[in-house]
């Protein structure tokens, strides 16, 4: 046990999914209330862990990869002690801190300082450790000036950046974190893997569990594998590759329809939109958007979008005079954030040109091998005369663009196709040899 | 002996072992609880930093409740009802610990009772004994306690009237008071985390309860065959318990023997506690 960090032994978490108790009758609530145990027998049994055992070395980094559901933070919170397990047996080497969660136990009305040392407090810290570190947080945050502040005055980039503060100074025997890495901004990530690096060599011991396996690979010496409560692959980086070719790998008889994952929700695609009554359209009076719509190219008449399939976006408008021009402006967001902008003024066309009254449509086309597997939204705007916005639509049509697989890929998936970003484009690569 | 090696050796690497099978009898873990002792502090200077938070007149409003109450007790109950009180004690002279005790407990039920529930985020993120939150609040709660003692020596003073050498048990007293509440509390707060039935009870117990116990009369007033329902109320044994301290009024030994159920209910209602820990992370 001696170099041993944590030994896991059958280890199980059950849950039970309760059953609606709403309908009930006064009596069989009346009974349900007095029958406490028991209470569990008819409903249904869960196992968010199941029969898991490893042993983790002292010094390691471990990273924990798996699917939402697949037992990643359950098994953290029965390492931390904050659930029990059903079965089995945990044995922990030393002092364990885990943050499940960034800016734990922030109280509004406190201040800066009292909320690192309660904050730290519940990440177990001592007043000793807090002390130590205290002029660590304070620099790293920046908000020195308004450390005797309290908190709910602070801008949210202040605050968050408090609350990773006192994360990164959080000292342990075996540290234990739950997606940390994919909430903060890249300066945090950066400290982070700093951090995480220098436990790593003062032989401490760390678990980070992580969806995201660009964050693991490089960080972690070991990787583990979750799906549906077990833990399927224990080893080095290999498995991250391992993980990888199953996710894209796909059934060719659901070749047509969309790759969708059995535990998300089903997404559907809104590819047009139309204003039938002239007068709620978007626009000014000079001017109305009629229909925005997306065209599969390569596939017209199709619903869906494939990495591969060419579409177009179509704006139809009506001009109601002769003297102005509008330009037309796209932007594409992913996860919230636009990332990709186009607009007439910005191409070859002068919009001057179509100045005359009459419906138009203006298209553009996006081709193929441009997005990656994610999900998109789309905003327009119109501009007037190249002087002002005139009107917005946030978000007004989203679609999703599925991973195109051929046969080869499916028989021998590629690694390179794992990037998760909303662009992958086929580019124009040339190699030459010096 | 290599036995003895190998116990030494995990001591002092202090390995900490989890297994389901020691989930059914839990101990104590006191000692658990003096370790986190820090976090036990913090919570409760929290609890008093943001009481009167943005508030103009903070801890005044401390002082505005004990002076209130003190009003009450003197207008309503002394000169409007004009309840007699045993010896040649001024009426509120004598009722005024009650209210005090009175207040002390109601304030851990109600706090201590639903802390639980308002710290459930921290619950589900993070292993503490949970024993530490109601453990908190009721240090909250002494707070207000001393404010109002310190009232209380005002109305002494005012009217000339000396404490009883006796006051040198108080601590006991207010050990009592903070047991009683201490019991009722845990019990509510475990069994609110499986029912929140018992959320909706807590308004009951605090408003109803006074009225029950004898805060604003002395027992002497009620017919002999009721006294047994005052003697096995907890917070009957506390509040005479406290006058005995203050004023050294007469103390029946029916009220200590009164302290029996109080005590009876603390050790089951840890207990409970104590089993309902285990899944309060994944009910709550």
């Known amino acids: 046990m001696e170099d041993i960090a944590i030994r896991v032994t059958g280890l199980s978490k059950k849950y039970f999914l309760s059953k609606k108790t709403l309908g009930l009758r006064f009596p069989e609530r009346i009974k349900q209330l007095f029958s406490l145990n028991k209470k569990h027998d008819k409903s249904e049994v869960f196992y968010a862990i199941k029969d898991v055992n490893f042993e983790i070395k002292k010094g390691e980094t471990v990273g924990i990869i798996g699917r939402n559901g697949a037992g990643k933070s359950t098994l953290l919170k029965l390492l931390s002690e904050v659930v029990e397990p059903t ?73 968050t950046r408090l609350a990773f503060a006192i994360v990164t100074n959080i000292e342990a025997d075996i540290l234990l974190f739950d997606e940390v890495l994919s909430v903060g901004d890249l300066s945090f990530r950066l400290k982070c ?145 636009g990332f990709f902008g186009f607009n007439t003024s910005n191409s070859d066309l002068n919009m001057k040109n179509y100045i005359k009254r009459g419906t138009y449509v203006a298209k553009t086309i996006i081709e193929e091998h441009f997005f990656n597997d994610v999900i998109l939204s789309m905003t327009f705007c119109i501009f007037k005369n190249n002087e002002r916005i005139i009107c917005y639509d946030v978000d007004a049509l989203h679609f999703k663009i599925n991973k195109y697989l051929s046969e080869e890929d499916t028989k021998h998936p590629k690694l390179t196709n794992s990037f998760t970003g909303p662009i992958q484009a086929k580019m124009n690569w040339e190699i030459i040899r010096k | 002996m290599s036995f003895f090696v190998s116990l030494q050796k995990n001591l002092l690497n202090t390995i900490k072992i989890i297994d389901a099978k020691d989930q059914g009898w839990r101990k104590l873990q006191l000692k658990k609880i003096w370790q986190y002792r820090a976090l036990l502090v913090n919570f409760a200077l929290r609890d008093i930093k943001t009481q009167y938070a943005q508030t103009k007149l903070g801890i005044v409003w401390s002082f505005l409740q004990a002076m209130t109450a003190g009003v009450i007790i003197f207008f309503f109950f002394g000169w409007l009802i004009k309840v007699t009180v045993p010896g040649n004690i001024p009426y509120i002279v004598y009722a005024y610990p009650g209210m005090m005790a009175w207040y002390f407990f109601s304030f851990i039920i109600s706090q201590a009772g639903t802390s639980l529930q308002q710290s459930q985020d921290i619950i589900k993120k993070v292993y503490f004994p949970k024993l530490i939150l109601p453990l908190s609040k009721s240090i909250v709660g002494l707070v207000d306690f001393a404010i109002w003692f310190i009232f209380y020596i005002v109305i002494l003073l005012i009217y000339q009237f000396p404490l009883s050498y006796k006051v040198v048990f108080l601590p006991i007293g207010i050990l009592f008071n903070i047991i009683a509440g201490f019991s009722v509390a845990i019990w509510l707060s475990a069994l609110t985390v499986r029912f929140r039935d018992f959320y909706h009870i807590i308004p009951y117990l605090v408003g109803f309860g006074i009225f029950i116990t004898p805060v604003f009369f002395p027992t002497a007033l009620l017919p002999e065959s009721l006294h047994f329902f005052i003697y096995i109320n907890p917070m009957a044994g506390v509040i005479a318990l406290i006058r005995w301290c203050l004023l050294d009024t007469e103390l029946s030994v029916y009220y200590l023997i009164g302290l029996i159920p109080t005590l009876l209910l603390f050790i089951s209602g840890v207990y409970y506690f104590r089993r309902v820990e285990g899944i309060m992370a994944d009910i709550i």
């Open chain 1, 193 to 337: 893997i700093e951090k995480i690096k220098q436990l790593a060599a003062s032989n401490k011991t760390v678990i980070i569990v992580s969806h995201n396996t660009n964050d693991i690979i490089g960080l972690c010496s070991k990787i583990m594998c979750f799906n549906k409560g077990r833990l399927t692959d224990f080893g080095d980086e290999s498995i991250i590759q391992k993980y990888i070719e199953k996710s894209i790998t796909y059934d060719p008889k659901i070749n047509t329809k969309d790759l969708m994952n059995d535990s998300e929700p089903e997404f559907k695609n809104l590819l047009r939109k139309e204003w039938p009554n002239i007068d709620e359209a978007l626009g000014d009076e000079g001017m109305k958007i009629k229909k925005l719509y997306i065209i599969n190219e390569s596939r017209p008449g199709s619903e869906s979008i494939f990495t591969n399939d060419k579409f177009s976006v179509n704006v139809e408008y009506e001009k109601f005079n002769d003297n102005e021009f509008y330009d037309i402006g796209c932007a594409i967001s992913y996860m919230n954030i």
């Open chain 1, 87 to 159: 079965d089995g047996r945990i044995e922990l080497n030393g002092t364990v801190a885990s943050v499940l969660e960034v800016g734990m136990g922030f109280h509004p009305d406190l201040t800066g300082r009292e909320n690192i040392y309660l904050s730290g407090a519940l990440y177990g810290l001592n007043k000793k450790q807090i002390n130590k570190s205290l002029d660590n947080i304070v620099e790293y945050s920046g908000v020195e000036r308004f450390i005797d502040t309290p908190v709910k005055h602070y801008s949210s980039g202040m605050y």
